[in-house]
């Protein structure tokens, strides 16, 4: 095992945050989960990502790491001893990075105002954009996992990591907008991919309950409205 004390600062509903944790439950790495408060920027976080002050930040050894993905690789090419996250064939390697990239400049983006309020038009073209992803998606499972189980072959990898962090939020904003989204009939791979996805040892405990999800959402959206409503201070 590397050397070094492992932190992660973050925050349970970030899916971003789960990426991190997910991989360093497949590498078996023994870790500390410091959690930041929401609302506030701990001084740790700041100094630990002046650049984007986002979570989740993985501190190894004292030396920061920020940005999910790039702490999936991270840790892949630091915890060698444990299954490979990434594909070991340079090509099947570019496909997961490009399909990752398309989720999170892409998809996600996409249908982050789900369930928000945000009027029916808007809301139609969310649901449009979301259920076009995932049938792009299903796609890429069918021509990545080469008939096994996961995006990754026989074990999770990147892109299940990449994709499966959201599986909390997707169940969430489909109860909140009152719509089905990850469909067992347009996306038959993908419905059952997630079902495994949740239920593998490295996942289990990590993927927040839906309506815990919807709480927060409802906290968030409150605290900015207020937020929006007070007057700036001097
Ligand atoms: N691209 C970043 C996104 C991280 C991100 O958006 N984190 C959110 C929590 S889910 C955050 O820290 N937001 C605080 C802010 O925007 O100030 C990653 O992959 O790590």
């Known amino acids: 095992m590397p050397e070094g004390e492992v932190k992660l600062l973050g925050l349970w509903p970030s899916p971003f945050v789960i990426r991190a944790r997910i991989a360093l439950n497949l590498k078996s790495v023994d870790y500390e989960f410091v959690e930041e408060k929401f609302g506030t920027k701990s001084e740790l976080l700041l100094r630990s990502n002046p650049v984007h002050k986002k979570i989740p930040v993985l501190i190894h050894d004292n030396q920061p790491i920020c940005e999910s993905l790039v702490i999936v690789q991270y840790i892949d090419q630091v915890w060698t001893s444990g299954p490979s996250i990434l594909p070991s064939d340079p090509y099947d390697r570019a496909i997961a990075r490009f399909w990752a990239a398309y989720i999170d400049d892409k ?128």
């Open 107 to 234: 998809w996600w983006p996409s249908m982050v105002g789900l369930g928000k309020g945000l009027g029916q038009d808007a809301e139609a073209t969310m649901i449009d954009e979301a259920r076009r992803g995932l049938e792009l998606l299903e796609e890429a499972f069918i021509k990545c996992s080469k008939g096994k189980a996961f995006f990754g072959g026989e074990r999770i990898g990147y892109l299940d990591i990449a994709l499966g962090a959201f599986l909390g939020w997707l169940g969430a904003k489909e109860k909140m907008a009152d719509v089905k989204l990850l469909d067992e009939e347009k996306t038959p791979h993908l419905a059952q991919w997630a079902q495994r996805f949740k239920s593998d040892p490295a996942v289990k405990g990590l993927i927040p309950e839906t309506d815990r999800l919807i709480e927060f959402a409802k906290m968030v959206q409150a605290w900015l409205k207020a937020k929006a409503a007070a007057p700036p201070t001097q």
